[in-house]
């Protein structure tokens, strides 16, 4: 790799565009901009911010987090992660290490976190840990992605690090199997913290969508990574622009009572459906938020941050105003509901 005069890097080797074990090629150079001192918040989405406030403002929040740590310690937590899984290296896949390297590079992170991938199938990642972070991929992944596709997946991850996400990722996921094991701790308190942090998780996934565009720099690969990862198609099979329309529809089509049920389907989920972070990062894109990062207009790490409280204020805004949309559009389906309902006597 040979850095540019004007800031970008090469990241195409001798051989051309590189070719994911069971995926399509990747098309084209790989000339990046790095992001030097990039400060995280220039990647984080104002509802990740306001849902980590409200979380924080929850009573038993600090109570339950001490429980949790008092129970798992990290290097017990590191183990479990990491007996079954490979660190990636010079000498074990090389390849992905070498993507690996670029992204942290082109994130400008601060250190590289250990990489592991792990034998499973299902195509996911994971960063996690409490004060040394490391990052898990999945060998499906890992398969099924091209180079480019895969760097965003990474870039991903290294963004939530670099955001300071994984403790409370990693105090999720504990909650998660402590609820499916039935272990005590998790009582009414930690049920509560529980579905804030469910909340707030599904809202930072937005903040690393954005960091993992910063990585690869080109929005087309994003939204195909996530095409291929909500299908798991291979790119000679799908098109993009027919899932951007299917996700289009999604978001803004049906009635009320689909508005509900979309909501009500993913009150337990950890990630919001690939149709939402399309959505999401397209309308990060089309405010020309993402250009101006690129051409290096974006907060330093270290740099106070002066917009920072209207950043807060704005995400308490979008935050409130989701909140009203669903408590209104659960009055107009009861309404609804229950107007059906007693037509049907009058029959």
């Known amino acids: 790799m040979a850095d540019d005069q004007d800031g970008t890097v090469d990241q195409t080797g001798d051989d051309g565009p590189g070719t994911g074990s069971g995926g399509a090629q990747d098309g084209?150079?790989?000339?990046?901009?790095?992001?030097?001192?990039i400060a995280p918040h220039a990647w984080e989405h104002p509802a990740d911010k306001a849902a980590l406030q409200a979380l924080r403002r929850i009573p038993v929040f600090d109570?339950?987090?001490?429980?949790?740590?008092?129970?798992?310690?990290?290097?017990?937590?590191?183990?479990s992660f990491q007996a079954s899984s490979v660190k990636v290296g010079p000498n074990q896949f090389p390849r992905v290490y070498e993507l690996y390297k670029e992204c942290l590079q082109t994130l400008d992170a601060p250190e590289?976190?250990?990489l592991f991938i792990s034998q499973t199938p299902m195509v996911n990642a994971g960063a996690w840990g409490m004060n040394e972070p490391f990052i898990i991929l999945n060998s499906g992944t890992v398969r099924?992605?091209?180079?480019?596709?895969?760097?965003y997946v990474i870039g991903h991850e290294v963004g939530h690090i670099m955001s300071d996400h994984v403790l409370y990722k990693t105090m999720t996921q504990l909650l998660l199997d402590f609820a499916q094991m039935g272990f005590p701790i998790v009582g009414l308190a930690a049920r509560v913290v529980l579905v804030a942090l469910l909340e707030w998780q599904r809202k930072s996934e937005l903040s690393a969508d954005r960091a993992g565009l910063l990585t690869v720099q080109d929005p087309e690969i994003v939204l195909s990574t996530m095409l291929k990862m909500a299908g798991g198609g291979e790119d000679d099979e799908t098109n993009l622009q027919d899932y951007i329309i299917q996700a289009e529809e999604y978001r803004d089509g049906g009635d009320v009572v689909d508005q509900v049920f979309k909501v009500l389907s993913i009150l337990g989920a950890t990630h919001p459906f690939y149709a939402i972070r399309v959505s999401e990062l397209r309308a990060w894109i089309e405010t020309g938020?993402?250009?101006r990062v690129v051409r290096g207009e974006y907060p330093r790490r270290g740099e106070p941050d002066p917009a920072y409280s209207e950043d807060l204020k704005s995400a308490a805004t979008s935050y409130r105003d989701d909140a009203k949309d669903f408590v209104d559009n659960m009055a107009d389906a009861a309404k609804r509901m229950?107007?059906?309902f007693m037509s049907g006597f009058k029959k």
């Open 28 to 37: 084209g150079a790989r000339a990046r901009r790095i992001l030097t001192d």
């Open 338 to 340: 229950g107007s059906d």
């Open 63 to 79: 109570e339950v987090v001490r429980k949790i740590f008092g129970y798992v310690p990290e290097k017990y937590f590191r183990l």
């Open 289 to 291: 938020d993402y250009d």
């Open 144 to 151: 099924l992605l091209g180079d480019d596709q895969l760097a």
């Open 112 to 114: 590289e976190y250990e």
